[in-house]
């Protein structure tokens, strides 16, 4: 079945910037029925969508964070990335990539597990 | 930009049922979906397009959504529902993803 897995480093020191990669196993990221996403979580709050990335590089961001965000895909690798610039402990979270369909209405309909990212000095 | 509003919290013994709802302006017009999150965990899908339940997704679960409010019905609840649950939409209307802010449900 499908899985996608988060990895990146957990600490991230303010100012510098935020880079995670999303590996996807057990099909093809190149299908034009999906978006690959990235979602994040703040401690003890709920989900914010950060953006999306589709296989020929198409993306859209969420306007907060539009400025420091650039989200990529790497097919031949079965990766899509997230970088977020100057962070600071605003953007502590657990983050999450998750494939959402294109066809409206559109839903996550597989996630990662999520990893956590603490920004600290 | 649009918002969905559910309740913080929503208490529930064993065995009756859970109405968790989700309201937002003119949401009936919208396909609502809601996952389940444990601790820890990531979430998952428990119901999309209103009231359409994905393969392995107990019938204890139930949707509706008309006018300005959608709810995910816990029918028999159990111990394992004990979670939080988050409503989203995403259509042409709504360009990006919105989420619900949670509604942790507690199983007495």
């Known amino acids: 079945q499908v899985q996608l897995q988060e990895s990146g480093p957990g600490l991230v020191r303010p100012s510098q910037t935020l880079s995670l990669t999303c590996t996807v196993s057990?099909?093809?990221?190149?299908?034009?029925?999906?978006?690959w996403n990235w979602i994040r979580q703040s401690p003890g709050k709920g989900l914010e969508w950060i953006g999306y990335v589709y296989y020929r590089g198409t993306t859209d961001y969420n306007p907060s964070l539009k400025s420091r965000l650039t989200v990529s895909v790497d097919t031949s690798k079965r990766q899509f990335s997230l970088q977020l610039t100057s962070v600071t402990a605003a953007d502590t979270a657990v983050y999450f990539c998750?494939?959402?369909?294109?066809?409206?209405?559109?839903?996550?309909?597989?996630w990662g597990r999520g990893t956590l990212v603490t920004v600290t000095s | 930009s649009y918002e969905l509003t559910q309740p913080p919290s929503v208490s529930t013994a064993p065995g009756q049922t859970a109405r968790i709802t989700c309201g937002g302006n003119n949401l009936g017009s919208k396909g609502v979906q809601w996952y389940q999150q444990r601790p820890g965990q990531a979430p998952f899908v428990v119901m999309r397009?209103?009231?359409d339940r994905p393969a392995g997704i107990p019938d204890r679960f139930s949707g509706s959504n008309s006018g300005n409010t959608a709810t995910l019905t816990i029918s028999r609840v159990e111990a394992g529902d004990e979670a939080d649950y988050f409503c989203?939409?995403?259509?042409?209307?709504?360009?990006?993803?919105?989420f619900g802010g949670g509604t942790k449900l507690t199983v007495l």
């Open positions: 998750a494939r959402s369909t294109v066809i409206t209405p559109r839903y996550f309909d597989i």
């Open positions: 397009y209103d009231s």
């Open positions: 057990g099909d093809s990221i190149s299908r034009n029925t999906f978006y």
């Open positions: 989203q939409v995403w259509d042409n209307s709504v360009g990006h993803p919105v």
